[in-house]
């Protein structure tokens, strides 16, 4: 039997110091993660992503193979802050880079930090803008949604996008439902260890349509210590006696599901 391989669909390792971030990549290899998508949220973030997936490509220089993957991505509460024509310029950015983006993300609605009704309407328009690019560029979209699931589910199903990862979804379990039965895709966190919602989530969505994440450094499954992508492996493990199949089954499935979105 092979070893158990896992990847990492949502992480945030721009936001680890450099001497951290040495120790985290380590020890996410030791545990077997072959793959850690790193989101940026706006102009610097999306920078700073790139940099991390050139700076981890193989030592023959092979970007698309070395264990970073960038998502790049406007997040919901940042298009607030940014002009159209600031909007236009980040998009051309991820355009231009395409060849070394393997998502578009972290990008999405989020209502909690913006309730007002225009900053919902400003939102929805900037995620329709990058749910376009995505279909254009042919790459998956990392979906961020608070107090917005319905509507972001909506969207992403009326522009048949179906290369969609909801990450993190907190939307109750019918709107869980009705997007998988129309193909997106959900990414459990390690949290789950601590989280009967997301427990809930394992159960009513189909194992070909899960993955796996840790929205690294944020949601940690243990108290006083931050979330790294050495702990994916445990949210497949609790995936696995949810769908009482073997660890290495699940492992198998939820990594052939990242390699058929993101590869
Ligand atoms: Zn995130």
Not at 1 to 21: K, P, W
Not at 192 to 209: C, M, W, Y
């Amino acid at each position: 039997m092979d070893a158990m391989i896992y990847a990492d669909v949502h992480a945030h390792l721009d936001l680890f110091s450099s001497e951290e971030l040495e120790g985290v990549i380590e020890r996410a290899k030791n545990k077997g993660v072959k793959a850690i998508v790193t989101s940026g949220v706006d102009v610097k973030s999306n920078r700073a992503a790139l940099e991390l997936a050139k700076s981890h490509s193989t030592s023959q220089g092979i970007i698309s193979h070395g264990i970073i993957k960038a998502a790049l991505g406007i997040y919901p509460t940042d298009a607030l802050k940014m002009s159209d024509a600031e909007i236009t310029a980040e998009l051309d950015f991820i355009k231009k880079n395409s060849g070394t983006v393997a998502a578009i993300g972290e990008v999405g609605l989020d209502y909690l930090k913006s309730g007002k009704k225009e900053g919902r309407e400003r939102q929805k328009e900037a995620f329709g803008r990058q749910i376009e690019l995505a279909t254009k560029l042919g790459k998956p979209l990392v979906v961020h949604s608070r107090r917005a699931e319905k509507e972001a589910v909506e969207m992403l199903i009326s522009a048949s996008a179906k290369k969609a990862v909801m990450h993190c979804c907190m939307a109750d379990m019918k709107t869980i439902k009705k997007a998988a039965d129309a193909g997106l895709y959900f990414s459990i966190p390690a949290l789950i260890l601590r989280s009967s919602h997301f427990k809930k989530l394992a159960e009513t969505v189909p194992g070909s349509h899960l993955l796996t994440e840790t929205d690294s450094p944020f949601l940690s499954p243990y108290q006083g210590r931050k979330s790294e992508p050495a702990m994916v492996g445990e949210a497949a493990k609790e995936i696995a006696k949810i769908k009482g199949i073997t660890e290495y089954e699940c492992a198998k499935i939820l990594y052939s599901n990242y390699q058929k979105l993101f590869a």
